[in-house]
């Protein structure tokens, strides 16, 4: 069965530094990879996605980066951080083959800014 | 963009059956409904998907009437872990012809004792 792994659970940064978070998908080839961002209270916003290695998408322009070096791993990024950058991270699988394939999410990571 | 509807919140009672309902009025004649689940702090888990009249799986069922504008989420029987924000979406196309899922602020589930 296919699994979604993110790390870490919870991370409190100060602004200003940078930011590495990474998301492993096992169980499946060449899926597409997302990464989502969720306010308190509010629903989740697409910020990138990717069809392949290397192959980036950005929905919302941000300080914000990722890469996807390996099929199956994909890692958000920033070189500093600002206040705004706070909130749920979530990374999310499909199949790949088009569209209406259901998106499958990790747990998340908590991101607190200082 | 196609978006949706739902009611910010909703309450129940442990045992009764849970409707919820969508509007999607701008639905794509290819896109698919989907719902999904979701806990405080964890991701969304997907529930159901459907195109069009009825899909029934082991967690709810999934009602879509004949012009596809709305759709609604039964829930069969509800208990206290029930509790949780659920989402209904519908699909859209990001360039190059891959899934999008818009996300809006869902509908917030309590089930009482």
């Known amino acids: 069965s296919q699994t979604i792994h993110q790390w870490p659970a919870t991370l409190v940064q100060p602004v200003g530094s940078p930011l590495s978070l990474e998301c492993t998908v096992e169980?499946?080839?060449?899926?597409?990879l997302y990464w989502y961002r969720q306010a308190a209270g509010r629903g989740l916003q697409l910020l990138f996605y990717?069809?392949?290695?290397?192959?980036i998408s950005s929905e919302v322009p941000q300080n914000l980066s990722a890469s996807r070096p390996q099929d199956r791993q994909f890692i958000l990024s920033s070189k500093k951080l600002l206040l705004s950058d706070s909130g749920f991270y979530l990374c999310?699988?499909?199949?790949?083959?088009?569209?209406?394939?259901?998106?499958?999410f990790g747990d998340g990571t908590r991101l607190s800014i200082l | 963009l196609a978006k949706t509807t739902q009611p910010i919140s909703m309450d129940s009672y442990e045992g009764q059956e849970v409707n919820i309902t969508c509007s999607h009025n701008n639905i794509a004649t290819n896109d698919y409904i989907t719902w999904y689940q979701q806990f405080p702090s964890q991701g969304p888990r997907f529930i159901i998907q459907?195109?069009?009249t009825k899909v029934t799986n082991e967690v709810a069922s999934l009602f879509i009437p004949a012009d596809r504008k709305s759709s609604t989420l039964s829930l069969p029987r509800v208990s206290l872990s029930d509790t949780a924000v659920y989402y209904c979406l519908v699909g859209d196309r990001l360039s190059g012809g891959y899934n999008k899922l818009i996300f809006g602020a869902g509908t917030r589930l309590a089930v009482h004792p």
């Open positions: 990717s069809v392949g290695i290397g192959q």
């Open positions: 459907g195109y069009k």
């Open positions: 999310a699988w499909s199949a790949a083959g088009g569209v209406n394939q259901p998106q499958h």
């Open positions: 169980g499946t080839s060449n899926p597409n």
